[in-house]
């Protein structure tokens, strides 16, 4: 899967029927570029924030993702209206993935692939039973696809309801494969002030916390800064990398940028282009004059997206506490700023739960094609792919590699393609 440019093709459905496909009241229209909708951004923007979806379901997101990790003429961004009002943005791509002998052609929601997201979609929930119902037609009532792989959902989220009830109305045409739950996401609640947050903490918690602010305020002048000015991103996000890096060196590990294929180039064309709206949001802890640490972040609507975060190393830094100070510091940062919601990334973190974390749940659906030939396939595809992922991922990537005397690649394009 090359990162290929953007195709600058015409608008056309997925089928060959007319442009738009009334439902009712509702209609359909598919692009198969992100050139031919920029005049749609902020209208799909709003959607988005108006019906509490991600940024990672925002217009800028899905079209840096695929400026870098798109295959030509695979797009189908299926937007849905009502009379002219935007409820509903599905920005799909075709994936031919082969596995053995077994090839399949699995639909997929641009930019839940190669990053670590969960793809909330921006659907209007008074139409987003209509909406699941025409995409799935659409991509399986005349065999454009073998499958669809929704990537991570939160459990919670309206769209995975509504796709889920989809399939059982249609059971002539797919059925669900697997309902399989992913880690877990771990979001925090801030309130209006730092005083009602801490005391929001366990009594134990606010007391370890505020130990670790006094030893470093005794121990350095502390002062804490956001950079999100574009002319300044790219050279602060360059120093959060190395910063990043040589902490994940430490435990024989290449970190994110290293971990993921393209993730380097990836994440400094999403710190030019959401520098430039307002969205980013680099966060540096100092003492003396130093940075000591760094977090990550996005903005969309009231959240604040923690993408990664980077600190110094050594005994005397992590006797301070460094990572949960300097993300404490951020919220401090954040409920000034108005933000009522963190996103603190999937995966269970202590140090997250015991800032105020609570974790929900997460899952992916794989829904397929209700015929034999593609039962069989299915079977033996994802028989393959777990394989994959217990030997090469669970065993050799994670356990025997950060082991090994020399650095290991970053992970499989295939193992990532394959994670249905």
């Not at 749609?40 to 019906?51: E, I």
């Not at 190669?114 to 929930?125: K, W």
Request: glycine share 6%; with cysteine.
């Amino acid at each position: 899967m090359s990162a290929l440019p953007v195709p600058t093709l015409d608008r056309c459905p997925i089928d060959s029927s007319h442009l738009r496909l009334s439902v009712d009241e509702l209609s359909c229209e598919v692009v198969r570029s992100f050139e031919s909708i920029q005049h749609l951004r902020s209208q799909w923007d709003r959607l988005a924030k108006t019906v509490g979806s991600c940024i990672y379901c925002t217009f800028d997101w899905c079209k840096v993702w695929w400026d870098h990790y798109g295959q030509e003429d695979a797009a189908h961004i299926n937007l849905f209206y009502v009379g002219e009002e935007l409820v509903g943005v599905v920005p799909l791509y075709i994936d031919t993935v082969r596995l053995g002998r077994a090839k399949l052609r699995i639909a997929k929601i641009i930019g839940s692939d190669y990053t670590q997201a969960v793809c909330d979609l921006p659907i209007n929930s008074s139409w987003s039973k209509e909406i699941a119902t025409e995409t799935i037609d659409r991509l399986f009532s005349r065999g454009s696809c073998d499958a669809f792989a929704t990537g991570p959902i939160s459990a919670s989220s309206g769209t995975l309801l509504a796709l889920k009830d989809a399939v059982k109305e249609r059971s002539d045409l797919v059925y669900i494969a697997r309902d399989r739950a992913e880690a877990s996401q771990t979001i925090i609640s801030l309130p209006d002030s730092l005083d009602a947050y801490i005391a929001s903490l366990s009594k134990n918690q606010r007391s370890n916390l505020r130990k670790e602010w006094r030893k470093l305020d005794k121990t350095y002048e502390i002062q804490t800064n956001v950079i999100s000015d574009p002319s300044e991103a790219s050279a602060e996000f360059e120093k959060f990398v190395h910063m990043h890096e040589k902490q994940w060196r430490t435990k024989g590990k290449l970190g994110h940028f290293g971990d993921w294929p393209n993730a380097l180039q990836f994440n400094r064309s999403l710190v030019a282009a959401l520098s430039e709206i307002g969205r980013l949001c680099l966060f540096q802890l100092k003492a003396d004059g130093r940075v000591i640490a760094r977090q990550y972040s996005l903005l969309f609507g009231d959240t604040c997206h923690c993408r990664f975060a980077a600190r110094n190393t050594g005994s005397s830094w992590e006797s301070l506490g460094l990572g949960r100070v300097s993300l404490s510091k951020l919220f401090e940062r954040m409920i000034d700023e108005g933000v009522s919601r963190v996103d603190a990334g999937t995966g269970r973190y202590e140090y997250k739960l015991r800032l105020g974390g609570k974790e929900q749940g997460v899952r992916s659906l794989l829904i397929v094609a209700n015929r034999q030939d593609v039962k069989k396939k299915v079977r033996a595809f994802c028989t393959m792919a777990d394989l994959l992922h217990r030997f090469y991922y669970r065993l050799w990537y994670c356990r025997i590699a950060p082991r090994m005397p020399f650095r290991s690649r970053s992970l499989w394009k295939l193992w990532i393609r394959s994670r249905v």
